[in-house]
């Protein structure tokens, strides 16, 4: 009864594949988010879908596109990756404006 | 737009004495503050949050300080213990577009 699962947790593959990294929230939440957190632990936002519309599309180059096909799941597919695209993904989900997120586990992307 | 600053960027205290960290915020419309605690190889997880009606909040060992004139608000951490060693990051939400606008996070560390 995971609250937000990600899958695959560990992704290895090499520059130019295309990846994709899944996600699912069992919450309720009408929000959901992708970030990337590089070596630096900072976070940062890349998109956010509030009821299956993209309301947050942050700038990162247009490889990355978010899927969302219900409200309880919000993919991200990556084109062409790049050695720099390395990092972790965290989804996460929340009820709203003004509410804390629930993140998934994450997933350590690395591009060879 | 919202703009958040953490510091220290890390804090070393000795096990059973207390840490502080500080944020501070540049949106005077800014009307939530979650603070979050991420283990190593771990997802962030929410462990104390304030909204601005509140001055402050306390559970168990941990509280959080609100000065909205001063635009700033602490994270407390009493009677320190090991697995308090984490990376803390605070957030603010201006109240509109669903997005937290995250601190670059302090390193705490726990000498034994």
């Known amino acids: 009864d995971t609250a937000v699962s990600q899958t695959p947790k560990y992704l290895v593959t090499q520059m130019g594949n295309d990846k994709s990294i899944k996600c699912e929230q069992n919450?309720?939440?009408?929000?959901m988010y992708w970030y990337k957190q590089d070596s630096k632990k900072f976070l940062k936002i890349m998109f956010s879908?509030?009821?299956?519309?993209?309301?947050i599309n942050e700038t990162v180059p247009n490889r990355f596109s978010p899927k969302s096909p219900d409200k309880a799941h919000l993919n991200l597919h990556i084109n062409s990756l790049e050695l720099g695209d390395s990092a972790v993904y965290f989804c996460?989900?929340?009820?709203?404006?003004?509410?804390?997120?629930?993140f998934g586990s994450g997933t350590r992307l690395t591009v060879v | 737009g919202e703009n958040v600053e953490q510091h220290p960027s890390t804090l070393s205290v000795q096990e059973g004495d207390s840490a502080v960290i500080k944020c501070t915020y540049s949106d005077s419309a800014s009307n939530y503050f979650p603070w979050y605690k991420q283990e190593l190889g771990k997802r962030p997880q929410l462990i104390i949050d304030?909204?601005?009606n509140v001055g402050e909040k306390k559970d168990q060992r941990i509280a959080v300080t609100l000065n909205k004139t001063a635009k700033h608000f602490s994270l407390h951490i009493t009677e320190t213990q090991p697995e308090d060693s984490a990376v803390y990051f605070c957030a603010a939400t201006p109240g509109s577009n669903y997005q937290l606008i995250w601190g670059a996070g302090t390193k705490l560390i726990i000498k034994p």
């Open positions: 919450l309720g939440h009408d929000t």
């Open positions: 996460a989900s929340s009820q709203g404006e003004n509410y804390g997120y629930t």
């Open positions: 879908y509030n009821n299956k519309e993209l309301i």
């Open positions: 304030i909204r601005s």
